[in-house]
């Protein structure tokens, strides 16, 4: 059975850093690529940045461009999204989603979804 | 990186055909055959209804069915049936190893 777990989100104050972690289990994890997509209270599906299998081939959404890094650890079936100078804006559930392809560029779409973690960003 | 555009709400009586259009530009929907189509329901993650335009994943209700023309992707449930009232987004490739969702549908079954 297909696993993803996030964790890592939390409370944090405007212009800080946080990490999420994507646990994946159930699967090839280097067989695909992976993603973060983000909803904020309310609002519809926006998605973040992705990463294809082999970590060549990343690519961001416009408004997280220079603040997120996305990367990915085979070894260790984890995907991670590093937060940096972090906007209320950012405030969002964080879904960690498997692509049913190897590389973003030939996205398949979206197949598998954890149950998100929640980031607010307010003083 | 503009937002595809769907409309804001779609009903339907039980037994009856909606069809969700999802506009974009020559740059996402119109130049590559990845568009994806997601079922929220309240509280709950996304679940892929239709990827790669029209292929359904295995379990999938065949009342499901994607088609493009164009700029514009469109989702057609047919046989509404109460269980399929939720949020709809769809979602393509934009280049660059970016990609874009629409702004979302809510379907409501009369």
């Known amino acids: 059975e297909v696993q993803l777990v996030e964790f890592g989100g939390g409370l944090v104050q405007p212009g800080r850093s946080l990490r999420l972690s994507c646990a994946a289990s159930?699967?090839?994890?280097?067989?695909?690529?992976m993603h973060w997509v983000r909803q904020a209270p309310g609002k519809g599906l926006e998605w973040v940045s992705g990463?294809?299998?082999?970590?060549?081939?990343?690519g961001y959404a416009d408004s997280v461009k220079g603040r997120f890094t996305i990367s990915r650890d085979n070894a260790k079936n984890s995907l991670y999204l590093q937060m940096n100078s972090l906007r209320a804006e950012d405030t969002a559930l964080y879904y960690c989603?498997?692509?049913?392809?190897?590389?973003?560029?030939?996205?398949?779409?979206?197949?598998?979804w954890g149950q998100g973690t929640l980031v607010t960003v307010s003083s | 990186q503009s937002a595809l555009t769907q409309p804001a709400s779609v009903s339907g009586s039980p037994g009856q055909s909606i069809t969700i259009s999802c506009t974009g530009t020559s740059n996402d929907v119109g130049s590559y055959k990845l568009v994806s189509w997601y079922q929220q329901h309240p509280g709950k993650a996304p679940k892929l209804m239709i990827y790669e335009g029209s292929k359904r994943p295995s379990g999938v209700s065949n009342r499901f069915s994607g088609s493009k023309s164009g700029n514009t992707a469109s989702l057609t449930i047919s046989g509404l049936q109460a269980e399929d009232e939720a949020d709809y987004y769809c979602c393509s490739y934009a280049g660059s190893s970016t990609l874009v969702f629409g702004g979302g549908t809510k379907l409501t079954v009369l």
């Open positions: 989603a498997k692509d049913t392809r190897l590389a973003v560029a030939g996205t398949g779409g979206f197949d598998y």
């Open positions: 990463i294809s299998w082999n970590s060549g081939s990343i």
């Open positions: 159930g699967f090839t994890f280097d067989d695909y690529a």
